[in-house]
């Protein structure tokens, strides 16, 4: 059974930093580009940072550019975001997603964090 679990989110007044962090279960972990999506209430999904299977290629939605890192260790099966500089319209429920790189119909979703930045 394939599992993705968040963890790290939390509250942090502006200009704060965290760390979100996925664990991955019962996929082959380096065949997967990792993606974290966030969302907020009555709005679609967004996609906010993805890295290839290697880790050797990133990209990021561009507010996030300059302040959000995603890396990945396939030794841990594990992807993170590294979230600084936060802004109030960072707030949102972030999700880690995983497509395997040859077959695209194998997509998983981890269960949500919630990240609210406030003061």
């Known amino acids: 059974q394939v599992q993705l679990v968040e963890s790290g989110g939390g509250l942090v007044q502006p200009g704060g930093s965290l760390r979100l962090s996925c664990a991955a279960s019962?996929?082959?972990?380096?065949?997967?580009?990792m993606s974290w999506y966030r969302q907020t209430p009555g709005k679609e999904r967004e996609l906010v940072a993805s890295?290839?299977?290697?880790?050797?290629?990133?990209n990021y939605t561009d507010s996030v550019k300059g302040r959000f890192t995603i890396s990945r260790d396939n030794a841990k099966n594990t992807v993170y975001l590294q979230m600084n500089s936060l802004k109030p319209e960072d707030t949102a429920v972030y999700y880690c997603?995983?497509?395997?790189?040859?077959?695209?119909?194998?997509?998983?979703w981890g269960q949500g964090t919630q990240v609210t930045v406030s003061s």
């Open positions: 997603n995983g497509v395997h790189k040859l077959i695209r119909s194998l997509k998983y």
């Open positions: 019962g996929l082959t972990f380096s065949m997967y580009t």
């Open positions: 890295i290839s299977s290697s880790g050797a290629f990133t």
